[in-house]
């Protein structure tokens, strides 16, 4: 079994700052892609951020020059560094990781993190 262990999140200004943490553990040969997705109240849950192992990455429209997705593969950890916030990205955010087992891939969700920003 896979666990996913999220950190970081909390209540902060507009404008400032939030580090998100991901921790990966159990059976896990490999992680092909890691990313964040976030779901506000009444609306549908959203891609925010992916990486691969080899390190590419993809973003939203909507955080792309703000937010800065990260992982540390010995860890099994990915990050989120979050600048400029808006009241805009008040949500859940919820780490996600594409695990290959040994005899095929699964995909596993966290238990997500609050993150609210005052305006």
């Known amino acids: 079994q896979v666990q996913l262990v999220e950190s970081g999140g909390g209540l902060v200004q507009a404008g400032g700052s939030l580090r998100l943490s991901c921790a990966a553990s159990?059976?896990?040969?490999?992680?092909?892609?890691m990313g964040w997705f976030r779901q506000a109240p009444g609306k549908q849950r959203e891609l925010v951020a992916t990486?691969?192992?080899?390190?590419?990455?993809n973003y939203a429209d909507s955080v792309k020059g703000r937010f800065t997705i990260s992982r540390d593969n010995a860890k099994n950890t990915v990050y989120l560094q979050m600048n400029s916030l808006e009241p805009e990205d008040t949500a859940v955010y919820y780490c996600?990781?594409?695990?290959?087992?040994?005899?095929?891939?699964?995909?596993?969700w966290g238990q997500g993190t609050q993150v609210t920003v005052s305006s």
């Open positions: 990486i691969t192992a080899a390190g590419s990455t």
């Open positions: 996600n990781a594409d695990v290959f087992l040994g005899v095929g891939t699964a995909k596993y």
């Open positions: 159990g059976n896990i040969v490999s992680i092909p892609t």
